[in-house]
Structures are given as structure tokens and as C-alpha cells.
């Protein structure tokens, strides 16, 4: 089945450590996205990519970093710098940035701080 | 900026009442989209609506995308336990923003 797999399912992290979020897709889909969910809020963007080896910032790109050296993956590691890390991350994915494109998105990682 | 509001926040209804979550946005959009998340679950894409004016349906839920393409609505009617979750609209004018979702919790 194609679809969006993101690892792990729950992370800790300890203060000042980088932890990286996987997501991975098999939709062949051009675009992909992070998201955060906090309680109570709808999804911000954290950061999108349209191409591989291209990705711009969203709106709260401060304190994380992406990669998209392949097309099916888009890596988001959650640095030191972000200092309240703790919330549900989705990762989405559309055929391309089109203005029409429904997005498609993994079941989530939720990331705490121990 | 683009700004997208979500009202109510929150909406618990006896199963067989209708609900409404209504969207509002500062800028006029292209589109919008709607999508529903279980508890526990992640987004899934509901519908979109593109022309001023449209509606349209899916079973026991209507949505209308305003005149002037700032506002669009989600209605159930007669909802069910199935329908809890919290819906969410996405309105593109450059970039797509989401509101912050209306989580429907329905009382058997």
C-alpha cells in the first residue's frame, strides 16, 4: 500500500540533544511538509520541500533543520536551539506545491522532553 | 499575513444534533480544503472547494465556500458517534495555513 510512514512513533529527548524525525513516502509525490500540532492548535509549518535537494521555511523554521537528498525522504531533525520542542510532528506530501493538491499525511511522531 | 480562524473551538452534541464549524480567513483564498482527525489519528483530506459560491456534500456533510471566497462552513447533520474528531480547514492564497480546528465530541 503506498502511504507515509513516519519513525518513531513517541521520542524523548534530553536537553541539548538533536533528535531526528524520519519520514518516508511511497506516493511518489514531489512535495512534502512538516507540521506542528500542539494541543488546542491547528498544524503550523515548519518546513516544505517541492524538489529534491530544495526545501524552504515555513512560519516556526527557528530550531529545526530538513534535508530532502532523496525524493521519498524528508528527514527532520529537531536541534538544541528549540527550546520547547515537545508537541506532535506530522509529515505530509502532495503530488506537487499545486494550488489543488490535497496533502497526505504520516500517523505522527510526538516528541517529549525528559 | 494570511490568517485563518476556526470557530468554535470546541462543540459536544447529543448524537442526532447537527454541528457547524465555520472558517474565516483575513485574505481571500483560492481554495480551501477540509480535513477531519480522529483522536489519536492524523489529518485525513475531506473535500476542497474552489469556486465562489460552491457547495458541496458527502453524506450527512455539507460545505459551502462563501461569495467572496474569505469564509467556508462544515455541517453535519444528524451526527453520529463516528463523527468525532476534530476538523480542520486549510485556506491557500500563496501558501496554505490551517485553522485551528474544531474537535466534535458527540454524546450517544
Known amino acids: 500500500d503506498g502511504g507515509i510512514t513516519q519513525s518513531p512513533k513517541y521520542l524523548f529527548r534530553k536537553e541539548g540533544q538533536n533528535v531526528t524525525l524520519s519520514c518516508e513516502q511511497n506516493?511518489?509525490?514531489?512535495?512534502m511538509y512538516w507540521y506542528r500540532q500542539d494541543p488546542g492548535q491547528g498544524l503550523r509549518l515548519i518546513y516544505y520541500?517541492?524538489?529534491?535537494?530544495?526545501?524552504q521555511k515555513g512560519d516556526i523554521a527557528e530550531g529545526y533543520s530538513v534535508s530532502r537528498e532523496k525524493k521519498e525522504s524528508f528527514p527532520l531533525t529537531v536541534t538544541s536551539a528549540q527550546k520547547n520542542p515537545t508537541a506532535f510532528y506530522l509529515c505530509?506530501?502532495?503530488?506537487?506545491?499545486?494550488?489543488?493538491?490535497?496533502?497526505?499525511f504520516g500517523d505522527g511522531t510526538r516528541l517529549s522532553i525528559l | 499575513g494570511q490568517q485563518v480562524m476556526q470557530i468554535p473551538q470546541y462543540q459536544h452534541v447529543q448524537e442526532g444534533e447537527d454541528f457547524t464549524t465555520y472558517c474565516n480567513s483575513s485574505?481571500?483564498?483560492?481554495?480551501i480544503q477540509w480535513y477531519k482527525q480522529r483522536p489519536g489519528g492524523h489529518p485525513v483530506f475531506l473535500i476542497q472547494?474552489?469556486?465562489?459560491?460552491e457547495v458541496k456534500k458527502q453524506k450527512r456533510l455539507t460545505f459551502q465556500f462563501g461569495e467572496a471566497k474569505k469564509n467556508s462552513s462544515l455541517h453535519i447533520t444528524a451526527t453520529q458517534t463516528t463523527d468525532v474528531g476534530t476538523y480542520f480547514c486549510?485556506?491557500?492564497?500563496?501558501?496554505?495555513?490551517f485553522g485551528a480546528g474544531t474537535r466534535l465530541t458527540v454524546k450517544p
Open positions: 505530509a506530501s502532495s503530488p506537487s506545491r499545486g494550488l489543488n493538491q490535497p496533502q497526505h
Open positions: 506516493l511518489n509525490h514531489d512535495a
Open positions: 520541500s517541492q524538489i529534491v535537494n530544495d526545501f
Open positions: 485574505t481571500t483564498l483560492s481554495n
Open positions: 472547494l474552489v469556486k465562489s459560491g
Open positions: 486549510a485556506g491557500r492564497n500563496n501558501d496554505m495555513r
